[in-house]
């Protein structure tokens, strides 16, 4: 689409615009936005920008389990897939696109700490329990395609703003305990050294031992800042240190979780993070003229450990020996068949390795220009990622509890070590423009390169080089009426690049069991995604309001495809065009001490090209197949989403109440939509709190207050060869947490 489409496009949508500086409470919208762009640097992205903002104070409020939990509860059009059945390792879902920290997913959201982009290099996914909540300072949901955040923005980014010593003085500590066996402890402390320097600390800590079977988790993050403040020069240094061991044991069989809501299937499925985090930030400020200077380095090793089920047996017509149930026997390296064992039969232990090395810079000037009274912004960004990949599947035995049981010998030719560079480069601008008192106009680009080169440490076979490449425009208009109602319309298109698991792992013949088996794969096309959005906003008599409508349409949609006997075997390929058409609303309101918010969004996710994926485990399959349709809807996406708080004050007292409603969903592997979906479900949560004395603060929460038993993930499986044949549902479901209760007491000593 060309520039003066664009135009086009927004100006009949838009009868008038204009520039408006104000902000909405409680995260209903920032209406005016210094938005992070790449690696730091700072843009004016104007009035047409649809944006949630939430403040320290609001996540000290909530007491959610990490931002991501946060946002699931606050921010209008936001959503939680638990596919893992972990607290910490949630699918954050926004407008239908997904946040992830488990490979497999079609990634769409990027996120960015002070302005370093954190989504992992080797698939574009989220470890949302890296980011420090005890540190944040602010955090922004930006919607749609805008290509000022660069790779992955192809539904929205999020934003995280870290505390510091000049706007944080003081002393804080936080205990809480509860059902799960839940202990959390976080400690801030900030304050000025001298009064041009200032320092900022933050640690927290959580252990739990899981409401499911043999489901513990662990959870310590850093964070240390430090800051200088000349007359026209500030510089900022951080690092952020975070180390995870949790235990997801993901999606169980439907008849087995109805004997008991906390059973498993196999285990163990283990994932440990190690995160370093170096962020250095400089600024120079002149009379017209902003130059920001950003370089970070960011180290993360993921290592995880996955018990299975396995399909290796004795072979039928030589019961001495061991066979795959479709590929025959298995044979050495030097050619001699594997003798039968027990010990070697029915559990795989998936081992894999990620160690992922990033560094990067960005250079960006910001200057005020006398026509049109607007800003004009431009700036470069660089950055590199190494990535080594080891993966390897040894053969074993399931206990009683069905735990893999090594058994010693490592499957021949299932290890992988691969290697991989990906290099980004882009270049942005951004264009702020006051057409007379009531016009504004944002025009923005940005032109983005992405090298990935594969070489493959055991062979040839992964060696690759693919190279992608795209310049990405947006335009947005917006009006102020005489009625103090704001108008805006945007324009904006956004790209991601395949990432090398994605490249590695695309051959439907041959699909690969994630995360531990890579192929040479036919190479993948690019997403490009385009949005238009549109819509009104205002604030009359003590409520601020909003109301708009969205259309985001993805070109050559990557889609991760089940296929093959195991509930995460299957391949990536573009399955052409999918489209996400919404309706949001929200409205927020205070009035004698009660304070209140509503947030609606309805969402139409859908294929928008017909096509056949395989469905081996599917109820429903014809000749092992399933069509998708033109109009079929995209699994886990739920169509409507409700969310309504209420927070009220009397003295020391406070009282919060929560309720989330969703409708339900199709399961993964139900790109037909032959199968019945999830059920909807809805949430009420509670929150209450006493201050006792000046610096003392106690409070409880209730999560699932009413004990609603429902699910947010599904997908198909086989279960027969490991429960028996009784057990012959392919539903695979993860359930939701019970009721818990938490209680905690806060200190805190501030100016």
């Keep these: 689409m060309t520039l003066l489409a664009m135009i086009v496009a927004i100006a009949a949508a838009t009868a008038a615009t204009a520039t408006t500086a104000q902000q909405v409470t409680e995260g209903l919208e920032t209406i005016v936005v210094t938005a992070v762009t790449p690696l730091g640097s700072a843009a004016d992205m104007g009035d047409a920008a649809n944006v949630q903002t939430a403040f320290a104070e609001d996540l000290a409020e909530q007491r959610a389990l990490g931002l991501a939990a946060f946002m699931n509860e606050r921010f209008g059009s936001v959503s939680v897939n638990e596919a893992q059945g972990n607290p910490l390792q949630p699918d954050v879902r926004f407008r239908g696109f997904v946040g992830s920290p488990l490979l497999g997913l079609p990634q769409g959201i990027s996120v960015y700490q ?8 080797f698939g574009d996914t989220v470890n949302w329990a890296l980011i420090p909540e005890s540190a944040i300072d602010s955090v922004q949901m930006i919607a ?28 804080a500590g936080e205990v809480s305990a509860g059902d799960f066996g839940r202990r959390r402890a976080q400690v801030e402390a900030g304050g000025r050294l001298r009064e041009d320097s200032a320092g900022f600390v933050s640690a927290e800590w959580l252990d739990e031992d899981g409401w499911r079977d043999y489901s513990p988790s662990k959870n310590v993050a850093m964070f240390a800042s430090g800051g200088w403040r ?18 997801g044991n993901g999606a169980a069989p439907r008849q087995l979780l109805r004997t008991r809501r906390g059973a498993i299937y196999t285990r163990p499925d283990r994932t440990r993070n190690d995160l370093t985090l170096f962020n250095l930030v400089g600024n120079r400020v002149g009379p017209r003229l902003r130059v920001t200077v950003n370089v970070f380095q960011r180290a993360s090793d993921i290592t995880t450990s996955n018990g299975d089920d396995s399909d290796f047996e004795a072979c039928d017509r030589a019961p001495s020996i061991l066979c795959e149930e479709e590929d025959g026997p298995i044979l050495l390296i030097a050619g001699v068949p594997v003798m039968a064992d027990e010990a070697l ?48 599947t040894e053969l074993g035995s399931l206990d009683a509890t069905r735990r893999a049981v090594s058994g010693g010998l490592f499957l021949p030719g299932a290890a992988t070590r691969l290697d991989a560079r990906v290099d980004n480069r882009a270049v942005f601008f951004a264009h702020t423009a006051a057409l007379g008192e009531t016009v504004s106009l944002d025009l923005a680009g940005r032109y983005h390169r992405t090298q990935v080169v594969l070489r493959d440490r055991l062979g040839s076979a992964l060696n690759g080089r693919h190279k992608f490449s795209r310049f990405n425009p947006s335009l947005g208009m917006s009006a102020r009426m005489s009625s103090g109602v704001t108008v805006f319309a945007s324009l904006a298109m956004s790209s991601r690049a395949p990432t090398p698991v994605e490249l590695t792992c695309a051959d439907e013949d041959d699909p690969c069991r994630l995360p531990n088996a890579f192929l040479a794969d036919p190479p993948l ?109 995209l699994p886990l996406v739920p169509r409507h989403n409700l969310k309504a708080s209420v927070d009220w004050r ?67 499986g086989d279960a027969s060869e490991v429960l028996g044949e009784r057990f012959d549902d392919p539903r695979f479901l993860t359930p939701s947490a019970p009721r818990a209760a938490f209680i905690g007491v806060r200190i805190a000593t501030r100016p």
């Design 650 to 716: 009397r003295g020391r007292l406070h009282f919060g109440a929560d309720w989330r409603v969703e409708s339900g969903a199709h399961l993964r592997g139900d790109e037909g939509n032959a199968a019945s979906p999830l059920a909807g479900h809805g949430v009420v949560d509670l929150r209450a709190s006493l201050q006792v004395g000046r610096h003392v603060r106690v409070f409880l929460t209730i999560d699932n207050l009413l004990d609603a038993r429902y699910e947010t993930f599904g997908l198909f």
């Design 230 to 247: 000349g007359d026209h020069t500030t510089l900022d240094a951080s690092v952020t240190r975070g180390r995870t061991d949790l235990v």
């Design 525 to 633: 096309d690019q997403v490009v995604s385009t949005t238009f959005e549109a819509g009104l906003r205002g604030e009359s008599h003590g409520l601020a309001w909003r109301a708009g409508a969205f259309r985001t349409v993805n070109r050559d949609d990557l889609l991760f495809i089940s296929a093959g006997r195991f509930t995460n075997e299957g391949f990536f390929d573009n399955v052409g065009r999918t489209r996400r058409v919404g309706v949001e609303a929200g409205i927020v309101g205070e009035r004698h001490g009660v304070a209140w918010s509503a947030h609606y969004s309805w969402l139409d996710a859908t294929f928008r090209d017909a096509f056949s994926v395989p469905g081996l485990n599917h109820p429903f399959a014809g000749g092992g197949e399933i069509a998708v349709s033109s109009g079929d809807r």
């Design 114 to 121: 002070d302005g370093v982009r954190v989504n992992e290099p």
């Design 144 to 171: 749609g395609s805008n290509p000022l955040f660069g790779q992955n923005t192809l539904g929205g980014a999020v934003s995280v703003r870290t505390r510091n010593g000049f706007s944080y003085p003081g002393l």
């Design 345 to 392: 039969e029915g559990a795989t232990v998936n081992r894999t390795r990620t160690d992922q090395r990033t560094r990067g810079m960005a250079l960006q000037a910001t200057r005020r220009v006398s026509y049109l009274n607007g800003q004009v912004t431009a700036g470069v960004t660089l950055d590199k990622s190494d990535v080594g990949f080891r993966s390897g």
